[in-house]
């Protein structure tokens, strides 16, 4: 349920529920959806429902045991946001990342609405949460309006899978900018002018811009140059530590930084 991440952006993920429904064309080809169905035929116990949604209790502390600070991908294999997730149950997943403030956050939704009501009623999100939405083609930019409506530090929008040109976006109270390319056997493919309209947005408007892949049949294949750069950009944040429970040493808040601005 938690584990060192291969993708990109993040250090680890964090699982505290599995299994999801489909809700716009960026799912069809969803690897959590492959991954949960290869784990149950393995006999993974936390995979008996596959891609079923399901409640993980057993992740829920999880984070608050990981004491070197990580950026955290909360929910890969499902979204936190999910019809069918608790309230009382999303309440708990948000007081395990509030208390454990020594981390960063990464939540990122395709049910922004959802998130929305949680923000209002749950009240402050403190900064070391990120909260974000996926665009994958323009008809779906309407999320990012609503995302926008959460007070929230920081907030970011993951294009991933791009599948079609976004043209103009409204980048205002966004910090991070993700894009990538479908990967997988049925992956649909993305064209470069797609990428550079956005990252071009991102250069002109100050905002922090993460070029994860191109895609192909695995997330490799195609590399991650983008008019022969990495873009690994981060948004411009240094969590504001309580000091308690747990202090950070000068040198684990030095490596983290660096992690963040890696270029
Ligand atoms: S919302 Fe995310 S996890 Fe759920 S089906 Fe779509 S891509 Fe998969």
């Known amino acids: 349920m938690g584990d060192n991440s291969a993708i990109e952006w993040t250090d680890a993920s964090w699982n505290p529920a599995t299994g999801c429904t489909k809700v716009s064309p960026g799912c069809k080809n969803c690897y959590a959806e492959r ?47 999910h019809e069918l997730m608790p309230d009382d149950y999303l309440d708990r997943c948000f007081d395990v990342m509030v208390k454990a403030n020594w981390h960063i956050f990464q939540i990122l939704t395709k049910r922004p609405e959802r998130m929305v009501r949680f923000a209002k009623r749950y009240g402050r999100i403190p900064d070391h949460i990120w909260m974000g939405t996926s665009v994958e083609l323009a008809m779906y930019k309407k999320r990012i309006d609503v995302l926008r409506s959460i007070r929230v530090k920081t907030k970011f929008i993951s294009f991933e899978p791009l599948l079609g040109p976004i043209g103009e976006v409204n980048l205002k109270g966004i910090a991070w900018v993700i894009v990538g390319g479908e990967s997988g056997p049925h992956h649909r493919s993305i064209k470069p002018d797609w990428v550079r309209e956005l990252r071009d947005q991102c250069v002109n408007q100050g905002v922090a811009f993460f070029f994860k892949q191109w895609g192909g049949m695995t997330p490799k294949s195609g590399g991650r140059q983008l008019d022969g750069k990495v873009w690994n950009e981060y948004p411009d944040f240094v969590p504001q530590y309580s000091g308690k429970p747990v202090t950070i040493p000068e040198r684990t808040a030095r490596h983290l930084l660096r992690l963040r601005h890696q270029l």
């Open 35 to 81: 991954l949960s169905k290869r784990l149950k035929l393995m006999g993974n116990p936390k995979y008996t429902n596959a891609f079923d949604f399901t409640l993980q209790p057993a992740a829920l502390d999880l984070p608050l045991r990981w004491k070197e600070p990580r950026k955290i991908f909360v929910n890969s294999m499902s979204d936190l946001f």
